[in-house]
């Protein structure tokens, strides 16, 4: 495969770096993130200018639905978290030689309503895309400790020491841990106070831990 490996070189070389551009959570606990629009266009230009085109050819997923329900204001309101873990097998294309490559990559997306597939989808192709060609975007979780990090919203301090999580902001919080699951998990069950359906949330999405 040596017109495809080089294709990919040159690919490696013209795109070395990637910055993130977007940011998510707000104030001092914020955190960057690089958007799948910014990997999509500066790929498709270096990838297109040296013949190589990807494809999507399967995905394996796995669906699991969380539903329960939460009082508010006196009124009991029914919740639920729909969670996609899709596999998703790719073809890097030589388009001059027609040599070609199947990579995998996996995304996970969780949501509400009905928009999980396609940020699971997403994910793995931003991924797969930042895998395949090697791409840095400034971020290391090797070296960064779980104690410099800061979860991505605004609570209140109790007695404990451990912040609340409101209902709202269990979804950015899950967001959020899969960035660094690694790492986040056990810093959020360590720094936060969760009610007992925020716990089955978590456990239902990630398990028992990481």
Known sequence: MTHLTKAIISVMQEVNYL????????????????????VRKTLRESMAKYGLVIFQESIDFEETIHRWQEEYKGQIKQKQQVKITAKVTYKIV???????QKIQSLGIGID??????????????????????????????????????????????KHNNKKD?????????ITWIQEKPEIRYK??????NF????LKTLKNTFGNGI
Not at 117 to 136: D, E, V
């Open 187 to 192: 810093q959020a069950l360590h720094e936060y």
């Open 165 to 173: 999580v409101s209902d709202d902001q269990i979804g950015l919080l």
């Open 19 to 38: 910055s993130k551009d977007d940011k998510v959570g707000y104030g001092q606990n914020s955190y960057k993130a690089i958007t799948d629009e910014k």
């Open 195 to 198: 009610s007992a359906s925020q």
């Open 94 to 100: 030589h388009v001059d030689s027609g040599e070609s």
């Open 112 to 157: 509400p309503q009905d928009k999980s597939a396609g940020k699971a989808t997403t994910y793995a192709m931003k991924y797969a895309l930042l895998n395949l060609f090697l791409i840095p975007t400034g971020d290391d979780p090797d070296s960064i400790h779980s104690d410099d990090i800061e979860v991505p919203m605004q609570s209140n301090t």
